[in-house]
T-cell receptor, first 112, second 114 residues
């Protein structure tokens, strides 16, 4: 029973490129959450999705960031035109019912 | 607006002694509180939780205490072991418009010295 799978584990992008982070939730989990951890900070909520729906995106920056969780396939967090300040660890969590999160190992994004 | 605060960035404890990690919150709407443990290069893993209607929950070496009037919770680990060395995050759950999410503190790095 695989846990929450995130890939890639490490991603290096040049300023202005696009970053795509993938998250496959645990089997049977239909709720996905994305969190960001900046250096020396805690985890900041970004977005909560269910299949094909964005439930709460109050933590998403207004520009350049988007997220989706299609009917088939993983959830994708997309960052367009990355800047140095986007460098962080991005964690995905899933749950079967909106409670009891299980986190993935994260994607560490470095913008050079 | 930091609704969940962990004011100690780090804590060092002797092996076998008690570790006490603290967390303060501001929002009375939080209904559940959780502690997560995080090792480097890994995701947070759930440790223990407590409902807002309880004041104590115990699981083996881990006990969480909740003081609602002070809006304060603490995690006690006794006896502390070297494998407990990690970053500990306090989190609070809130229901907003039918959606629930966790709000995290900044974390406390616990080091257990042999």
């Amino acid at each position: 029973n695989a846990g929450v799978m995130q890939n890639p584990r490490h991603l290096v992008r040049r300023r202005g490129q696009e970053a795509r982070l993938r998250c496959s939730p645990m089997k049977g989990h239909s709720h996905v959450y994305w969190y960001r951890q900046l250096p020396e900070e805690g985890l900041k909520f970004m977005v909560y999705l269910q299949k094909e729906n964005i439930i709460d995106e109050s933590g998403m920056p207004k520009e350049r960031f988007s997220a989706e969780f299609p009917k088939e396939g993983p959830s994708i967090l997309r960052i367009q035109q990355v800047v140095r300040g986007d460098s962080a660890a991005y964690f995905c969590a899933s749950s079967p019912s909106g409670a009891g999160y299980t986190f993935g190992s994260g994607t560490r994004l470095t913008v050079v | 607006d930091q609704q969940v605060k962990q004011n100690s960035p780090s804590l060092s404890v002797q092996e076998g002694r008690i570790s006490i990690l603290n967390c303060d919150y501001t929002n009375s709407m939080f209904d559940y509180f959780l502690w997560y443990k995080k090792y480097p290069a890994e995701g947070p893993t759930f440790l223990i939780s407590i409902s807002s209607i309880k004041d104590k929950n115990e699981d083996g070496r881990f006990t969480v205490f909740l003081n609602k009037s002070a809006k304060h919770l603490s995690l006690h680990i006794v006896p502390s072991q070297p494998g407990d060395s990690a970053v500990y995050f306090c989190a609070a759950r809130i229901l907003q418009e039918g959606a629930q999410k966790l709000v995290f503190g900044q974390g406390t790095r616990l080091t257990i010295n042999p």
